[in-house]
């Protein structure tokens, strides 16, 4: 009966892993506003440095939002405790 119960429980885990799509930026259909387009324009002005910083940060906002996002569906309780469960069963390294 246990067994029946993990092996009910594995494949809720899985589909939660893998059936499940959040919602992801790329998926969207690729359109630029003129005002992003200004913004790379006037982003291609400064000197390397400087646009690795601002490629950084620009990067650390969508990164906040994707995360944002995959936390906000209903979803990701299943998916986080199924990540959890598989750190928890996988072995310990020294």
Same mark, same amino acid.
């Given at each position: !009966? $246990? ?5 009910? #429980? #594995? ?7 893998? =059936? *499940?799509?959040? @919602? *992801? ?5 690729? !359109? !630029?506003?003129?005002?992003?387009? +200004?913004? *790379?324009?006037r982003? %291609?002005?400064?000197?390397? =440095?400087?646009?690795?910083r601002? @490629?950084?940060?620009? %990067?650390?906002?969508? =990164?906040?939002? %994707?995360?944002? +996002?995959?936390? +906000? ?5 299943? *998916?986080?405790?199924?990540?959890? +469960?598989?750190v $928890?069963q996988?072995?310990k390294?020294?």
């Amino acid at each position: !009966m $246990v067994s029946l119960h993990l092996a009910k #429980r #594995r494949k809720t885990c899985h589909n939660a892993l893998y =059936d *499940v799509s959040p @919602i *992801v930026f790329w998926e969207r259909p690729t !359109m !630029m506003i003129d005002r992003l387009k +200004a913004f *790379v324009e006037r982003a %291609e002005q400064p000197p390397p =440095d400087q646009q690795e910083r601002l @490629i950084t940060e620009i %990067e650390d906002a969508l =990164d906040d939002a %994707e995360w944002h +996002a995959l936390l +906000a569906d209903p979803a990701s309780d299943a *998916v986080l405790d199924a990540l959890i +469960a598989q750190v $928890v069963q996988s072995p310990k390294r020294p």
